[in-house]
């Protein structure tokens, strides 16, 4: 045990510079001694084998003396009299001492807002973790060898002068108290067989708190997974957050206050938190409310954890994830509760509304909406973003990027790391478009998929066949992409427009002729991804359940910057019809809300139909173009005829194109039938594509169509097709 000097080697080793926990500690060792040395005085024995096992009737006498409101004076002896007396000079000191910044325990102290007595209970469950040769003290002083940790009733004996300190101590126990609430001391439950009153229970303190104390971590091991820092270093303000608002969050921030930063992921909530903290120079703490939830830890412990390393560090608190509440109310309602009772200003970031979810009276709730800034701001950050990046392409244009991607300021931040990865990868010595745009694509919301089918773009321009007004139909509709920012933004439509500035798209025409091919070039020309609509996953026959399929569609195209194809549209954008029955109406009530969805959507829908005039006429209203695709002219299939043959496939002098093009008048979806089937069978057959190859081809896509093969059809080939057994 220590010594009588004013600083023994072992609180030396332990505190180093640190004055404050040196003075601190010495007051709760007086206090331990003083308290031996008065069980002593007043006669028990700390060699009695017996003692704590067995209660004598001078003991009990002792004791029923020793109970509140009874008069029993302190025995008078100079040790204890000079213990009181280096008690009230530690008083005095740590009195006139206010803890030095780089004080631990100060740090806790005035962070947590403790007062003096709860500093001393927390250092005396501390003291056993430091030496625990304090343990068989704890166990003489309440009379229990089994107990080597201090109690409630041992730290208020102890520590309470009077019995209103003891009373109002008592409350620095309980649930809601800091000690407790921080989770820096907690009471031992009760072992069964071995019940205890609450006033007996041990207090044990938090491994990590006793490694904080003395300046072994800063950080608490069980959050490093879950938890993050944003260091408060000086940075360029987030531009997703006005001036205006971010003088109404920094009036907040500092008071108990939840702000919800409401959005989609990837919009700069973060970077606008950071600016926030930044101004007032504090620090960000961004917490994985999934992780956490993922963990060992429960949900109360793990939030007062968090809170606590928060209030440590001085900093303020993002909680991401909080999605992973939405399915349970109970896990939300108490992560709620205790975020609340931290009393302090948070910020929440999610894409749900939190006001007036039973709060508390003196904690509010504030909402800041984040949409996907403008064109000019994202060109703006995306001029920000590649700052930074060595080489760049000269030819990188920002404008483009803004046009094409909705991205807010977090995605612009993941698409640059990952086109460098990219440009590193080809052996690239800068960094260019098709890197970005790359980039761009892979950055976008992926979930998408599991609703549609993604189709990667490989057409070009030249490889479609239509007459020239269909064709410029197509450049219209890219033209109308592109520009963009200048019709709606420095020309002023924007303000005239309430709805949307998404472009809605219709093709019509029969089975093959390019409806297809023409959204794959459109989506290659902008460098957008490809969204095919899988309408075995939308229609349902459950009432509800279409509506709700739909709703998750446009909601994960909102960030998936992508064109999203409904081919067979017809199936679910039908005309409206008169209510017989109950199906009838909630069929309806569906084709109301793809209006109001279509309507909403900001991004680029194509709607592919081969039947036209079974769409409802307030889709076809909507939209900004409507493209017809006509069944081919012959001068056009021998073109497609021509174009489906790739340059390496061998070819006999033989194979007449003019004939095939003119004798069979079939769409381009069956022309590229016909020459794929004839090229496996000159793959089995003599490695050339001869006519007998295509007829036989033919003949083959003619039955699937359900046609009847006659020698009107095949002309002179006929007899290729009779030998085979032809009708």
Not at 129 to 156: H, K, M, N, W
Not at 579 to 587: I, K
Request: glycine share 8%.
């Amino acid at each position: 045990m220590t010594g009588s000097c004013d600083r023994g080697e072992w609180v030396a080793s332990i505190c180093g510079q640190d004055d404050y926990l040196c003075l601190s500690l010495m007051r709760i060792d007086r206090i331990i001694r003083r308290e031996a040395l008065i069980q002593r005085l007043r006669g028990a024995d700390p060699m009695d084998p017996y003692r704590g096992l067995l209660i004598s009737d001078a003991e009990v006498d002792h004791l029923l003396r020793s109970l509140p409101h009874s008069d029993y004076a302190a025995p008078d002896h100079p040790s204890l009299r000079k213990l009181n007396a280096e008690i009230s000079d530690v008083d005095g000191r740590l009195a006139e001492m206010d803890p030095p910044p780089g004080s631990r325990l100060g740090r806790l102290v005035s962070r947590l807002g403790f007062q003096p007595l709860e500093r001393d209970i927390l250092l005396l469950a501390l003291v056993i973790e430091i030496d625990p040769r304090y343990g068989r003290i704890f166990g003489f002083l309440q009379d229990d060898v089994t107990q080597s940790l201090p109690t409630p009733f041992l730290a208020l004996n102890l520590l309470c002068a009077h019995e209103e300190g003891w009373r109002w101590g008592r409350t620095r126990l309980l649930d809601g108290a800091p000690l407790i609430r921080h989770r820096l001391v907690r009471l031992l439950s009760s072992q069964p067989g071995s019940e205890r009153p609450w006033i007996q229970r041990g207090l044990q303190v938090d491994p990590h708190v006793v490694n904080y104390v003395v300046g072994l971590a800063d950080e608490d091991p069980r959050l490093s997974e879950f938890v993050e820092k944003v260091p408060r270093e000086p940075g360029e303000d987030s531009l997703a957050i006005s001036e205006a608002v971010q003088e109404r969050v920094l009036s907040l921030v500092q008071n108990p206050v939840i702000i919800c930063l409401k959005g989609p992921r990837g919009l700069g909530r973060r970077a606008a938190a950071r600016t926030i903290c930044r101004k007032i120079e504090r620090g960000l703490m961004v917490v994985d409310l999934r992780g956490l939830l993922a963990g060992e830890l429960s949900l109360k412990t793990a939030v007062a954890l968090v809170e606590r390393q928060a209030l440590l560090r001085g900093d303020l608190l993002f909680w991401e994830g909080v999605e992973a509440l939405s399915d349970d109310r109970t896990a939300r309602q108490q992560w709620l509760r205790a975020v609340k009772g931290h009393g302090r200003g948070a910020f929440v970031a999610g894409d749900e509304d939190w006001v007036g979810l039973a709060l508390r009276p003196d904690v509010s709730v504030v909402e800041i909406p984040f949409s996907v800034p403008d064109y000019e701001t994202r060109r703006s950050l995306w001029a920000r973003c590649l700052d930074d990046v060595q080489p760049l392409d000269s030819e990188v244009d920002t404008g483009a990027l803004a046009n094409q991607f909705r991205f807010g300021e977090g995605q612009m931040q993941r698409v640059v790391a990952t086109a460098r990865d990219l440009a590193r990868g080809d052996g690239s010595r800068q960094v260019g478009q098709s890197h970005l745009f790359q980039a761009c694509r892979s950055n976008s919301n992926q979930r998408l998929s599991d609703l549609a089918q993604k189709v990667a773009p490989h057409y070009r321009w030249g490889d479609i066949v239509l007459p020239p007004d269909q064709v410029r139909q197509l450049r219209e509709i890219v033209n109308h992409v592109t520009y963009r920012p200048l019709v709606y933004g420095e020309w002023g439509f924007d303000r005239k427009l309430a709805l949307s500035k998404g472009l809605n798209a219709l093709f019509v025409g029969g089975p093959g002729t390019g409806k297809t091919m023409a959204a794959d070039i459109l989506a290659g020309e902008l460098g957008l991804d490809l969204y095919k609509i899988d309408l075995s996953m939308v229609v349902s026959k459950y009432i509800g359940e279409t509506e709700k399929n739909l709703r998750r569609i446009f909601s994960e195209a909102a960030t998936s910057n992508s064109i999203l194809f409904f081919d067979e549209a017809d199936a679910i954008f039908g005309k409206r019809s008169e209510v017989r029955d109950s199906h009838d109406r909630y069929a309806n009530i569906e084709i109301a809300y793809l209006l109001q969805k279509m309507e909403e959507y900001s991004g680029i829908a194509i709607l592919a139909t081969n039947m036209g005039q079974n769409l409802d006429d307030a889709f076809v209203r909507r939209m900004h173009f409507t493209v017809e695709f006509p069944f081919p002219e012959e001068v056009y299939r021998r073109r497609i005829w021509e174009l489906t043959f790739p340059a390496e496939a061998p070819r006999s002098d033989g194979v007449d194109l003019d004939f095939m093009a003119r004798q069979f008048k079939v769409a381009g979806g069956n022309i590229r039938n016909i020459i794929l089937g004839a090229a496996f069978l000159a793959a089995a057959d003599g490695r050339v594509i001869s006519m007998a190859h295509l007829i036989h081809a033919a003949k083959r896509e003619f039955q699937k169509m359900g046609k009847l093969v006659v020698d009107t059809d095949f002309g002179p080939y006929y007899t290729l097709v009779e030998d085979e057994g032809g009708v």
